[in-house]
C-alpha cells in the first residue's frame, strides 16, 4: 500500500512531464486528483507545483488557474473531471503495455552504460513515455535523470522529490513562527535571485524546528542526492559523443554540464586541456602558482578516478600554447571533435575575462564548423557580468553590501537546485588519444644536483583531502560542527573555526549552489557563513569590471605610492622570518599547507604593505604561487583593498602583536608554527625581544640564529611614514580626491558609466572624447584627517587605523582572563577600550574637554556630525 509520500513523491516527479511538455496541464491535475484525491491535492497541490514558480512562471499560472477553477467547481461540471480520469486511465494503461516491452526508452536500467536516453528526442516518442504512473507502486524503484535545465526543479526520481520539495515538504511539519522569510540587511545571508522563494522558505523552516531536527534535514536532503542518477538507455543507433570540457569544475556532483551532457543520450568524453598561456592571461596574473598547480593536478586525478568508478575515463589534453590557434584549446578541441565526430562540446563557464574571450571565441569558431557548444553558468551564484548597479547606484561601491543590493535589485536567472551526481556514463566506442596526467607537469618537482627531489608539496599532501568526497566531508563536518564557532569567532588562528573549503570552491570540486544549500540547511543559522558567497561573487564581478585589477592599482593617486625595494625584506615576509613570531607563524603554514585563514591574510598582508611598505603586488604574487585557493580575482580584490587602491578600503591595520589577542591569545598557533618559541610564556610569545635574557637563554632562543631578529622595529614610525606616503600622493594628484569630502575618486569603466546614465554598454557616447567619469569611492577617515594634517604622525591620527590590543600587563591578563571566558566578550571589551583611549588621547592633544559618549574611531555608516565619514551620493563626477 503506497503512504501519502510515495504518492507525493509520484505526482512531484510527474511535474517534470509536463514540463518537458509530455503532459498537458489538465491530465496532470486529473492525475494528481486521482492519485491523492480531493482533500489531499487541494491541501498540496500549490506546493507541489511551486518549483514552476521560479521554473516556466507560465506553466505555474495554468496550473494554478485549473487547481483554484477546479475548486471552485460546481458538481455539474464532475463530469469534465471524469472525462479527464478516464483519459488518463487510458495513458496508464498504454505505459503499462509500452514497460511490458524491452523499449529503448525503459527507464533504471543500466545494462547498456553506452546507450542513454536522449529526453530532446523523448518527444518523438510520444505516447510511449515508460515510467510507470501506478500510485506510488515502483516509485521508488526508478532512478532517472530529469529537469537538469538551469533554474528547472531537478527531480531525485529515488526520493521522487527534489531539493525544493524535500525542504517544503519538510517545512510542512515544522511550526510557523511567523518569522519573515525575507533576509535583507547587514546580518543576512545573501539573497539571491531565484533562491528567494525556496531558499528563504528553507531559512524559515529551518529556523523554526529544533536544532537535532534541523541537522537531520540537511542530512535527509544530503542522502537523497547520494542517490544517485543513472542515464537512460537504449539507443540502438548511438548518435555522435559529446565532447565534456572539464575545466574548474572537476566534480561530479551538481555538475550542469555534465547532466546536460548525459540528457544528450550521447556518449560522453570528458576531457581536461591544459593551456598554461591561455590560463595566464595578459598582465602578470600568476593564475596557475605552484601550490594551485599541485592541487589541480590531485584534483584530476581524484576526478579521473571518480569518472573510472561510473565507467567513464578522462582524457588530458594538452595545448602547447604558442600563442596562436595552433596550440590553443580550440585547436585542441577543434582537433578532437574531428577524430571523434562530437557535434557537441560542454562546460562550465569561466569568468576571468581573458578565459571568457577565449571561450567567446571557441564557442563562436566551434559552432561555425557545426558543432554545438554550450556554456553553463555554475562557478558563481550570480554570473558576473549580469550583475547591474541599475536601481541601486554606485553609492558604496566595492562593499558587499552593496553588491547584495545590485543583486536583490537585478535578480538574474534563478541558481535553481543542486543537481545529483550520475552513476554512470555512457563511453565512446573509441577513445581519443590523451596524455598521462603526468605529462602535463602540473607537479613537477624540482630536483637536486644529486638527482634527488625537492618534494616542497609533502606537508600539503598531508593537510589535504584532494577529492570531491574530501570536500563534502569537509563540508558535512564544518556545517555539523565548526559553522557554530565560525559565526563567532571565525578570527581565530589557533583553532580551525572557518570551512576551509576555498580549494575545493576555486577548482569547483565543490559548487557553490551545493554550499549555499546546505549552508541553508545547516544545524545553526550561517549568515556570515553565506555572506562568504557573495563576496566570492563580488570578486569576479569586479575583476569583469576591471581586469587589469590583479597588476593595476585601480585609486590612480596609488600608483605613484612610493613603495621599498627591499628585496632582503621581502624574502624575510616570504619565509615566515620576519621575526615578528604571529606573521611568522602564518607564512610559515601557508608555504606547508598552502593555506591560511581569512584573518592571518589581513595580518600578514598589513605587515608587508603597512610596516614594510613593499607593494602589495608582491604579497599578491607570493599568494598566487604557494595559496592552493590562489584564486585571480579574491586574490587581487582583497590585495588591493588592503593596498588601499581597491574599489573598498579596509579601515583597520592588523599590529603584528596586538593582532595576536584576537587570534591568539594563549599563543599555541605561534608554539605549532615556529616551535623554536613554545618555551616562551604565553604573554611573551608573541614579542620575544622583551624576554629577559635568562628567560631566553632557557628557551633556547639566540636571535640571528634559532629565531630571526626583527626585519624592522620602529613600527609607530612605519606607519605613520606609510600614512604620509598616502597624503603625498593624494595632494599631488588631488584631481582623483573629492574636494568636498575627501573621499578618492575612481575613473569608472564604461559598464558603470552606462549603467549610471541608464546607457546601454555598447552606446560609445557615453565616453567619447576622452572625458573621464569619477566616482567617489569609501575612504579610510585616516587618510583624509592626514590630508589635512600631512605632517601628523600615526599615534596622533584620531582615526588611526591600526587595531591595538595590548598595552600593559595588566590588560594582557585581564584579555587573558576574559579571551578564556567569553572570547566574543572579551573582543568587544577590548575594541571598547581601545576607542575611548583613542578619544581621549584626541581629546587631549586637541585641548577639548573630555566627551562623555565616545566616537566610533572608523564607522562606516556615515553621519551628519561626522564630516569624515562621508561617501558622496552615487552620482557619477564628470572631470573637468
Ligand atoms: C590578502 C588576502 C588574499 C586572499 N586571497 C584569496 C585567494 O587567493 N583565494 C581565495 O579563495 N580567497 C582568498 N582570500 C579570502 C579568504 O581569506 C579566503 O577565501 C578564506 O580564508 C578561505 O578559507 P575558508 O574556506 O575557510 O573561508 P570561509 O571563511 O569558510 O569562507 C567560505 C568561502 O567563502 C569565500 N570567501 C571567504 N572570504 C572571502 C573573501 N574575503 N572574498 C571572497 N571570497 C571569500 C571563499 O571561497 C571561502 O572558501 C584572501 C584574503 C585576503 C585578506
Redesign the pocket.
Known sequence: MPSVADDLALVRHMLREVLVGREDPEGYFAMCLSILGHQETLSQFASIIKPLSTANIHLHSILTSIYQEYFSKTEDDEMELALALSLLQMKDQQMATSNNEPTPLQFGVTDCPSCFHQPDVVSNHQGKNCLEVTPGREANSYSVLTGTEEGQPHINQKTGQHKNTHINSDAKQTPETGQSPQISGSSASFSVPGMSHEGDHITEDLNTSDKPKRSRNRRQRRKGTHQQLVGLPCSPSTPPPVVLWFRRDLRLCDNPALIRSLELGAPVIPVFIWSPKEEEGPGVTVAMGGASKYWLHQALSCLCASLEKIGSHLIFLRASGEGNEVGSSLHVLKQLVKTTGAQTVMANALFEPWLKERDDAAVAALQKGGVVCRMLQSYCLRDPYSVSTEGVGLRGIGSVSHFMSCCRQNPGSPIGVPLDPPVSLPTPAHWPQGVPLDALGLARMPRRKDGTTVDWAANIRKSWDFSENGAHARLDSFLNDGVYR?EQE?GRADASN?????PY??FGQLSPRWLLWDAKGACCRSPK?QR??A??DM?YWQLTLFPDLPWESLRPPYKALRWSTDRGHLKAWQQGKTGYPLVDAAMRQLWQTGWM??YM??VV?SFLIAYLHLPWQE?YRW?QDT?V???VA??A???QN?GMCGLDHWNFVMHPIDAAMTCDPNGSYVRKWCPELSDLPDELIHKPWKCPASMLRRAGIVFGQTYAERVITDLEERRTRSLQDVALVRREFGQYVDKRSGCDLLPLPPRLVSEALGRSHSDEAVVRGGRQFLLPLITRMEFKYQQEEPEADAASNPYNATLKGYVSRRRDETVAFLNERDFKTSVMYESAQRQGRLERDYRRIEGLPSSPSPRGRARRTPTAKDRFSIVPGGAVTLLK
Open positions: 565560525y571565525s572557518t570551512s576551509g573549503l576555498s570552491l576555486h557563513f562568504k558567497l563576496w566570492r570578486a585563514n581569512n591574510r589581513h598582508a604579497g599568494f595559496l585557493d590562489a584564486d579574491i586574490d580584490m582583497m590585495w588592503g
